[in-house]
């Protein structure tokens, strides 16, 4: 079914007063990671037939069990670099050493998964810096969308607010390593945030 914006809005207030009187089972299918959290409830997350993780939906957001997961359920996409396990942490391709403990150093092959609203353009206190070059700014809504070209590959920052960029521009990004994923070389997730603090 494909509805109009203000129709779809509509639908998901009505769907929200269903799903809070609790006397109904409802089956909703989206593509859009926002409205499954706007409904909340429970959430199976599918990808070509297989069903890939069942649960809360905020859980399900915040520990995705899989590579797999954390793709069809981010908007926008979850920025993945390549990393390696090593005695003091987690070091990205190419880039810093992200003082991580809990990564195995048997599958030495990581990736690191960033969101880009943990992305920042200031820094804020035990932050990693990422200097780059804007390649494409682009306002929707009410946040502002930063692609950038860093030494450890593309970015994307999601900042709330409406921002200017030029393109070539030099910036530097920040995050938090306490903010970051991590899944071995099979995709699976071995560190995910904790929500309202550290690890």
């Known amino acids: 079914m494909n509805l109009d914006y203000k129709l779809r809005e509509e639908l998901r207030d009505e769907l929200t007063a269903l799903f809070a009187a609790g006397n109904s089972t409802v089956v909703y299918a989206t593509t859009e990671p926002g409205e499954a959290l706007l409904l909340g409830g429970y959430t199976a997350v599918l990808d070509a037939g297989e069903l890939l993780q069942y649960g809360p939906t905020a859980e399900v957001f915040h520990n995705p069990a899989s590579l797999r997961v954390a793709r069809a359920f981010s908007d926008p996409p979850m920025n993945l670099l390549q990393a390696m396990a090593t005695a003091d942490g987690v070091q990205l391709d190419g880039g810093p050493l992200l ?6 150093k048997a599958t030495p092959k990581l990736t690191v998964g960033i969101r880009a609203n ?53 910036i530097t990004l920040y995050f938090s390593p306490i903010q970051v994923y991590v899944f071995d070389a099979r995709g699976m997730l071995l560190l995910a945030p904790v929500r309202g603090g550290g690890r």
């Open 118 to 170: 943990a992305v920042r353009v200031h820094a804020q206190e035990g932050d990693v810096a990422l200097p780059g070059k804007v390649e494409l700014a682009e306002i929707s809504g009410s946040d502002t969308f930063v692609h950038v070209h860093t030494l450890v590959g593309e970015l994307v920052a999601q900042l709330t607010g409406v921002h200017h960029f030029e393109l070539g521009e030099q």
């Open 99 to 104: 003082a991580l403990g809990g990564a195995s």
